[in-house]
């Protein structure tokens, strides 16, 4: 009995292994999918309300689609600008700080620190990343394209898919279970990326601030890049405040200067995400901050930056079908983080 339950534990081991290699092998289908069934979830409710205003459902899918365009392009140009003003200025400004370096070198050895063992700087490898950055910035443009046939074809078709399921749920409860675990996860995820984007407006303007006051160069890219990055918890609130603690550290050349950045950025996104942002959320969308962490490094270990995007509405949605179905729900209840009701 024992070899067996050992067997099948081993089983499911290997199944999953092969299931997460088969999903970051198949990237470059499924996260244009993953990404345009967030962004139906998200523009459904729009198509909807026109169609039940009289407007013709041909003229209301374009409507919503212009609408999920201008949102989708305003995003994705804001994520441009904001890294490639910064990789240009790392760019241009190779050469001082390649000089930069040299000088710090110099000041260590006047005062007997050997710096033999210091990670070597070279401007070449700094504009090697900021052109990297700059390549991975253009591959964006195609990545819209092939989402937005996906969100095409998804909004035309999920009015007669959830017509389906409820019509199949009058004689099989599981379609109906499926049909309002759908229903369920596009209001909660509408919820998430609604305070999402009000929690990026609130630190892009905070981070624009403090830079601004501090005195530090591209104040507005920062602030631009912390909007954009805030929709990724944990690495992007962290690369938000590694990118202007570098900076800090190559415009102003003291270590404490860097600290004192660092401290402050950490304070605005620890404020936003660990104290404002679960209060706007409310209990509706309590999940165990562990699974949250692990669904984000997950989804960048498999998709890199958009899955780590993806990862917790992922986790949402699995979690509220969970919910819906009896044999499940345990799933639920054990990983949403709350306390057992009594």
Not at 78 to 104: C, D, E, P
Not at 310 to 337: H, M, N
């Amino acid at each position: 009995m024992a070899g067996g339950d050992g067997g099948r534990l081993a089983m499911g081991i290997c199944a999953t292994i092969l299931l997460a290699g088969a999903v970051s092998l198949a990237e470059p289908v499924l996260a244009p999918v993953a990404f345009a069934l967030l962004v139906v979830a998200l523009a459904w409710p729009v198509q909807h309300g026109l169609q039940a205003r009289g407007i013709p459902a041909i003229l209301a899918l374009l409507v919503t689609v212009a609408v999920t365009l201008v949102v989708l392009v305003v995003l994705a140009l804001a994520a441009g600008w904001g890294f490639g003003r910064v990789a240009r200025w790392v760019i241009a400004n190779a050469g001082a700080l390649q000089a930069m370096y040299a000088q710090k070198l110099e000041w260590l050895a006047e005062r007997g620190i050997a710096a033999d063992g210091l990670v070597q700087f070279d401007s070449r490898w700094m504009v090697g990343i900021a052109q990297a950055v700059l390549g991975q910035l253009q591959g964006i443009v195609g990545f819209l394209g092939v989402t937005l046939v996906f969100v095409i074809l998804g909004l035309l078709e999920a009015g007669v898919a959830a017509r389906q399921l409820a019509r199949i749920g009058r004689d099989r409860p599981g379609a109906a279970h499926l049909l309002q675990g759908c229903i369920e996860t596009a209001s909660k995820l509408r919820t998430y990326m609604g305070v999402r984007t009000i929690m990026s407006i609130a630190t892009g303007i905070a981070v624009w601030a403090f830079a601004r006051a501090m005195g530090l160069d591209l104040a507005l890219e920062w602030g631009v890049i912390a909007f954009v990055l805030n929709y990724i918890p944990f690495i992007g609130s962290l690369l938000a405040t590694l990118f202007p603690t570098i900076f800090a550290v190559l415009q102003f050349g003291t270590w404490q200067s860097a600290v004192f950045v660092f401290l402050a950025l950490q304070g605005i996104q620890f404020l936003s995400g660990s104290t404002i942002e679960p209060r706007l959320a409310g209990a509706r969308l309590a999940m165990s901050p562990f699974l949250v962490l692990v669904a984000v490094f997950l989804g960048a270990f498999l998709w890199g930056i958009p899955g780590a995007f993806i990862g917790v509405p992922a986790l949402i949605a699995g979690l509220t079908l969970c919910e819906q179905f009896p044999g499940s729900r345990w799933v639920a209840q054990l990983l949403s983080g709350k306390e057992p009701s009594r």
